[in-house]
């Protein structure tokens, strides 16, 4: 037991077991258990906290992914409108189109149609007009040619018949 007593281990063991009843009776044990307990509740606390946050952002998600799909329709069904007003108004640009080269094309063939009567006016006119200038150079050269015309003398004399 000598051997025992000399051995720094042993009294280094006992030292510990001392040291440990001493930790035990002033209740050490009990207050590291309450700060483990104040850290566990603290840790709890966190990932409770934790949980409810990705509820809160899972559920975000889904009214998101929603409202997405709900922009998608909105946006489908604006598009498929503006197909349809686009095609309308396509439609209604050719009928307009149409009666404008219609209204163009009478206007043109009023404008052809006078241009044509005032064409025949001018012709008729300058007819006329060489007709009598035709007729005035033979009236002149019959009535340089001879003293008196048998023409006029006849319709000279029907004159003075007509007007007794």
Known sequence: MTELLTDSHFWVAIA???FVAILVMAGVHKLAWKFLGEAGAKV???L?????IRK???????QIKVQSAEAEKAAAAMLET???EAKRLEK???????????RRGEMAERKIASAEAQATAEVKAAAADLAASLAENVL???IKGAKTDPLIDTAVKGLAGKLQ
């Open 16 to 18: 510990f077991v001392v």
């Open 44 to 46: 709890q606390a966190q």
């Open 48 to 52: 409770d906290e934790a949980a409810a």
């Open 56 to 62: 809160e952002a899972e559920d975000l998600l889904a």
């Open 82 to 84: 503006a197909r349809a």
């Open 92 to 102: 209604d640009a050719g009928i307009k189109l149409a009666e404008q080269i219609k």
């Open 140 to 142: 002149a050269a019959r």
